[in-house]
Each structure stands twice: as structure tokens, then as C-alpha cells.
């Protein structure tokens, strides 16, 4: 059964400073890998995703994917106060049945 | 701008009652998902619902059932709650591409307290 983690399980950053989030899954047959933002109050929203290994930059987040480590991570460049939230990582093996699996999550807390 | 409405948003309920979550989405989203969320805990998938499909995962198969009278709405019934259900109850609904899935929308939860 494909098991997610995330490290670290908080991580407090200053306003302007680069976050770093892991997260590994157990399953080599993993395929996609989201990641997923919370704030408080709020339901979980989509991020961005990877698929292929290497980067992805969208705006100020970058995911990186190694799949051969089974690693996968998010690096969150000049932190706002509002990227304040708690952060997923989520797994599909690619076989739509199966839906996601999260990870515990990161909790990022970023001052002013 | 919240497109996946749950309700209601908080639920108090005694142990051995049953209990009645509604989820709805504006999306015409082919798939609506139910996750239980512990505090310390990763958000496990219960079931989902592609089309009138339901899937639900082996462990909570008989703790959980579940409706879909049409794309927009989705129920999670809870027959004879116990202390174990106190969680928050996450729905989403996403479509299904190419036979992958696609990106989830989330819905703010519902939070079920059993005493």
C-alpha cells in the first residue's frame, strides 16, 4: 500500500525567504504527484502538479520530481505571510480506482 | 471562490445515531469524493463516485455508505455513529481525463463531532 510522508512537519520561514518541503512516497509505480495548499478554514486547493522528473516552475513555487529516489519537492521562493498554510503532498499511481493518497503535510508559518 | 458546497458545516451528533453529510459542486465534474481528515492524520480516501459508479475502499467499506442522485450532489451516511467518526469530512470532485485523475476541488468540510 503506497505510503506518503512529508518532511519537515512544520517549518517556519521569514517574509521574503525560500521554503523547502519534502515528501517521499513508498510505490516505484507512483505516476503523478500534486501538491495541495490548506488554509485555515478553507478546504485543500490544488497547487500544481508534476509528472515528468525534474523541475516545474509556476510563479514563485518550483516542484521537483525524482522518481527513481522517490522523491518529490516544493520550494516556495521570496514567502508571503499569505503562504502561511498547511501544505500536501499527494500520490496517484496513474490507475484513476485509486484516487490520492496525501501525506501528513507540512505546516509553513511565515513573518513578517 | 468555493464551486464545492458542503453541508452542514459543523454536525453534532450522539453515539449510535446516524448521521447525513451533503455535498454538492457546480462543475459538472464527472467524479465526487469523500476524504475523513484527523487531526495528525493524512485526509484517507472513504469512497468515490465516478458517474453513478460507486468505489469504496476496502477498510471502510462497511462504515460508510453513500448516494449520488445526480452529477451535482453526493451524501455520506453514516448509519450508527461512534466516537471513531469525530473528524472532519472533506468532499471533492474532480473529472476524469484520459482515464487519470484529474485535478481536485475541494470543499471547505464538514466537521462531525460525536459524543
Known amino acids: 500500500q503506497q505510503k506518503v510522508q512529508q518532511s519537515p512537519e512544520s517549518l517556519i520561514v521569514p517574509e521574503g525567504g525560500m521554503a523547502s518541503l519534502n515528501c517521499t512516497f513508498s510505490?516505484?509505480?507512483?505516476?503523478y504527484f500534486w501538491w495541495y495548499r490548506q488554509h485555515s478554514g478553507e478546504g485543500p486547493k490544488a497547487l500544481m502538479s508534476i509528472f515528468s522528473n525534474g523541475d516545474k516552475k509556476e510563479g514563485r513555487f518550483t516542484a521537483h520530481l525524482n522518481k527513481a529516489s522517490l522523491h518529490v519537492s516544493l520550494h516556495i521562493k521570496d514567502s508571503q505571510p499569505s503562504d502561511s498554510a498547511l501544505y500536501f503532498c499527494a500520490v496517484s499511481m496513474g490507475n484513476y480506482a485509486q484516487g490520492l493518497t496525501f501525506g501528513l503535510g507540512t505546516r509553513v508559518s511565515v513573518f513578517p | 471562490d468555493t464551486t464545492v458546497k458542503q453541508n452542514p458545516r459543523y454536525k453534532l451528533a450522539r453515539v449510535g445515531k446516524p448521521v447525513n453529510l451533503i455535498c454538492s459542486q457546480t462543475m459538472n465534474h464527472d467524479t465526487m469524493y469523500w476524504y475523513q481528515k484527523k487531526p495528525n492524520q493524512a485526509p484517507k480516501l472513504l469512497l468515490f463516485y465516478y458517474d453513478k459508479i460507486l468505489n469504496r475502499e476496502a477498510d471502510t467499506f462497511e462504515k460508510f455508505q453513500s448516494s449520488r442522485p445526480n452529477n451535482s450532489f453526493c451524501s455520506l451516511y453514516i448509519g450508527s455513529a461512534g466516537l471513531e467518526y469525530s473528524a472532519m469530512y472533506l468532499c471533492?470532485?474532480?473529472?476524469?481525463?484520459?482515464?487519470?485523475?484529474?485535478?481536485?476541488?475541494f470543499g471547505e468540510g464538514s466537521k462531525l463531532t460525536v459524543l
Open positions: 510505490d516505484r509505480n507512483s505516476q
Open positions: 471533492a470532485s474532480s473529472r476524469r481525463t484520459g482515464g487519470l485523475t484529474g485535478q481536485l476541488y
